[in-house]
């Protein structure tokens, strides 16, 4: 029986399918960095599923020469569920866009997080549904102008990161589509994780929203709008490495090293593991700069293990051991 894994390339998970994203889209950097980062997952190419639902994003199991389902609207989670359950080998990614998970789909992305399913969800957030040309997604901005606002959004938006870690998500990720390295390294983080992982790519769409995350993933603005999170290493960012966060009362505070008194060693260092989630809610909603990287990763039990332990008690209090014991177990009447 086979026991090592092939070493693979990327281009082992491409599949023969045109791309057919909007030129520009950064849709083709998050596609990229999945093909390479799976070769460094050590998982046979037949135990990888994706599972989409409707959008630009779930055009990805097209595209990847894997086993995929392109789904239904805001469905992907419990079909990847099902999928994970029925075979826990699997390496099961959830595509999905932050109007398929946060709208019609917004039941089904919680529940999964509560459930703490052993598989992984990349969020595309654009801000906007891009497929169908332009409306107001539930993360589009107050105020913002669309196809079907358009004298400005009145809905306050969702953050993905607040709802997640609300939905009590144990870990969860964010990075700037224009990151392709990060975005791989976190690919193969999120699948070495037991239990549900959320990556939310902050993903710019040319044509109907363009430009949305671009004070903050823009190459000039960066590396000083942008903290790059990486577990028990000091909260430090910007171009010269000069600035960082430090806790004062209830809020984090950006400051900078040399300005009075401050040193590296009064940073706050990040811990992605701990299990209170208030700092790292803290991190999420905070608007300079943007944390990026890794901000949650908190190991917890998981639905498997729980079903599984919770199967095992049964069966060892159980005075049936197979069908014909509960067949056999009282009265009998037969039929003439």
Known sequence: METTVKK???????????????????????????????PEMNVKKEDVV???????SSRFPYYMNTYGMHSIHGRAPGIASGVKLANPALSVWIITGDGDAMAIGGNHFIHVLRRNIDLNIVLFN????????????PTSLVGQKTKSSPYGNTQPPFSPGELALGAQARFFARIGGNNPKEMSTIFVESH???????????????????????????????????????????????????????????????VTIGENGITQEDLLVHNAKEEDPTLHQMLVRMKYPVATGIIRSFDDVTLEERMNDL?????????FKKTDDLFFSGETYEVK
């Open 8 to 38: 693979y390339t990327f281009k082992d998970f491409s599949s023969d399918q045109e791309v057919r994203w909007c030129p520009g889209c950064d849709d083709y950097v998050i596609l990229r960095s999945m093909q390479k980062a799976l």
């Open 50 to 56: 994706f599972i989409s639902g409707i959008g630009c």
């Open 126 to 137: 654009n801000e906007i549904y891009g497929l169908t040309k332009g409306q107001f997604s």
């Open 192 to 254: 070495k994780f037991k239990g549900t992982s959320l990556i939310e790519v902050l993903q710019n769409c040319v044509i109907f929203n363009d430009g949305c995350f671009k004070n903050v993933t823009d190459k000039e603005v960066k590396e000083d709008q942008q903290i790059y999170l990486e577990h028990g290493k000091p909260m430090i960012f910007g171009k010269e490495k000069d600035k960082g966060l430090v806790l004062n009362g209830l809020k984090l505070e950006v």
């Open 311 to 319: 199967t095992a008690q049964v069966k060892e209090n159980s005075n």
